[in-house]
C-alpha cells in the first residue's frame, strides 16, 4: 500500500500541485479581505507602477531629447536669419549713405568693390574691380562719404590699386577747415595716426579742426574731409607744430568707394615731371 501511494505521488505529482494551487487561489478569492491578499495586490501595483513611471521617464526624456533638438535648429536658423537682415540693413544704409554723397559731388563718381587687401606695417594697398575699361586712370582719388580713402596708382582692363591714406608713402596737400593753415598729410605707421606737416609756429591751428584737401593738391579735388586734428604740440626751438590727424574713414570696415572722375592736369602733370628731371 505504501509502495501505491509513492508511486501515485511520484507518477501525479504535477497534477497534485496544480491542484494545490488551484486551492490556494481559490482560497484567497473567496477570502478577498486577507491580508496576504491585500499584500500581494500592494506589491503588485507598487512593481507595475514603477516600472510604467519608469518607461513614462524615458518616453518623456527621448520626447524632450527630439523636441529640444528642434528647437535648437530652428533658434539657429532664426540667427542665422537675423544675421542677414543685420548685414543687409548695414549693406542698405551704407548705399543710401554713399549714393546721398554721389548726388552732391563736384565730380562723377563710379561705385566699386574692394575684391583684395594687401595689410602690412606699413605699406597699404586695396584693389578695386574698376579699371580703364571703365575710364579709371592713375591718381584719380579715391573716397567714401567719411572722406578720401586714397588714390589710384595702377591700373589694368578691368582692375585697379588704390594707395590708401595708411600707407606711408601716401601725400596730400591737406588745410585746416576752420584757420585754414595748409600742410602736407603723411601716414606714420608706429603711431597709427597722419601727421599734418609743415605748419608754421606763426600759423594758428586747433584741435578739433577737421581737415581737408587742398586746393593746391596734385590728385585730389579740393574740401574732401581727411580727418580731424587730435593733438597740436609747439616747440619753440622747432619751426613747425607736431599735428596728428585721426583719419576720417574707418579703413577697418571699409568694403565699397568711390572713383572720383577727374580728369588729371596733364599740363600740370608734365611740368612736375619736367622739374624732376633738372633736379
Known amino acids: ?10 507518477d501525479f505529482r504535477e497534477y497534485l500541485l496544480l491542484v494545490f494551487f488551484c486551492l490556494i487561489s481559490l482560497a484567497l478569492f473567496v477570502n478577498q479581505d ?12 507598487e512593481f507595475f507602477a514603477t516600472i510604467e513611471r519608469g518607461i513614462g521617464l524615458v518616453t518623456r526624456y527621448f520626447g524632450l531629447a527630439s523636441e529640444n533638438d528642434e528647437l535648437h535648429r530652428r533658434n539657429t536658423e532664426l540667427l542665422a536669419e537675423l544675421s542677414l537682415l543685420r548685414t543687409a540693413q548695414a549693406e542698405n544704409q551704407e548705399l543710401k549713405a554713399l549714393l546721398g554723397y554721389k548726388q552732391h559731388a563736384p565730380y562723377p563718381l563710379k561705385l566699386a568693390q574692394i575684391v583684395d587687401r594687401t595689410f602690412s606695417s606699413e605699406r597699404n594697398l586695396f584693389t578695386i574691380n574698376l579699371g580703364s575699361n571703365d575710364s579709371v586712370e592713375v591718381n584719380m582719388p579715391v573716397m567714401t562719404d567719411d572722406g578720401l580713402v586714397g588714390r589710384v596708382v595702377l591700373v589694368s582692363a578691368n582692375y585697379a590699386i588704390v594707395q590708401p591714406i595708411i600707407n606711408r608713402d601716401f601725400k596730400v596737400g591737406v588745410v585746416s577747415e576752420k584757420t585754414r593753415s595748409v600742410g602736407l598729410l603723411t601716414w606714420l605707421p608706429q603711431e597709427h595716426l597722419a601727421s599734418m606737416e609743415h605748419v608754421l609756429l606763426s600759423n594758428s591751428i586747433e584741435v578739433g579742426e577737421r581737415v581737408l584737401t587742398a586746393q593746391f593738391s596734385s590728385f585730389a579735388a579740393p574740401n574732401i574731409q ?27 570696415k571699409l568694403e565699397q568707394v568711390f572713383v572720383m572722375m577727374r580728369p588729371n592736369d596733364k599740363e600740370f602733370e608734365a611740368v612736375q615731371r619736367r622739374y624732376k628731371e633738372l633736379q
Open 34 to 45: 486577507a491580508s496576504t491578499l491585500r499584500m500581494m495586490r500592494a506589491s503588485g501595483l
Open 226 to 252: 581727411v580727418g580731424k586734428v587730435v593733438s597740436v604740440d609747439k616747440t619753440e626751438a622747432q619751426l613747425f607744430y607736431k599735428i596728428r590727424v585721426q583719419p576720417s574713414v574707418d579703413f577697418g
Open 1 to 10: 500500500m505504501k509502495k501505491l501511494i509513492e508511486a501515485l505521488l511520484l
